[in-house]
């Protein structure tokens, strides 16, 4: 029987290091340098970098996506 117990806890150890690592990397996905472009002084909407998809506009001071 230690066999079969042994078979069982190694996919339990890989998912569990699977989830582990997924919460580091939505950390720094979340921390990374691509947000702290929006968060640059403006004053107008043309003040906002431009972005593909992204709407960028100028609220209280800082570029925000929208």
């Known amino acids: 029987m230690q066999i079969g117990k042994n078979m069982v806890e190694t996919p339990k150890l890989v998912y569990f290091i699977i989830l ?3 919460i580091f990397l939505c950390i720094t ?3 990374s340098s691509f947000s702290q472009i929006f968060n640059s002084a403006c004053k107008t909407d043309k003040d906002c970098p431009k972005f593909g998809r992204v709407n960028v506009r100028c609220r ?3 570029c925000v996506p929208i």
Do not use: A, E, I, M
């Open 29 to 31: 996905v979340s921390n």
């Open 20 to 22: 582990f690592l997924s």
């Open 60 to 62: 209280k001071g800082n």
